[in-house]
Nanobody, 118 residues
């Protein structure tokens, strides 16, 4: 069983920065993709950024150049550095772990609120 715990959310003004962190614990599959998803009120949850065990990254077009995802395989953590934030970035951000081997399980964190004021 895997547990994901997020931290680092908060309230910032347009142009400000935040750093989100996620720590995974439990029996973690060896080949996986970790990432950040977000969901704004009335909208569908969307993938913001993902990173594989090997370090390959993928970003939502609207966040390229502003947000950077990274991970530490030894510590089983993933972070999202968020710069030049915009009001449209306001959402609940969820940490995600998707296994590519074994039973191919998917795990979610509880979410952390990010609010960007204008």
């Amino acid at each position: 069983q895997v547990q994901l715990v997020e931290s680092g959310g908060g309230l910032v003004q347009t142009g400000g920065s935040l750093r989100l962190s996620c720590a995974a614990s439990g029996s973690i599959c060896s080949i996986n993709v970790m990432g950040w998803y977000r969901q704004a009120p009335g909208k569908q949850r969307e993938s913001v950024a993902t990173i594989t065990s090997a370090g390959t990254t993928n970003y939502l077009d609207s966040v390229k150049g502003r947000l950077t995802i990274s991970r530490d395989n030894a510590k089983n953590t993933v972070s999202l550095q968020m710069n030049s934030l915009k009001p449209e970035d306001t959402a609940v951000y969820y940490c995600n772990l998707r296994c590519a081997n074994g039973l191919r399980n998917i795990y979610w964190g509880q979410g952390t609120q990010v609010t960007v004021s204008s």
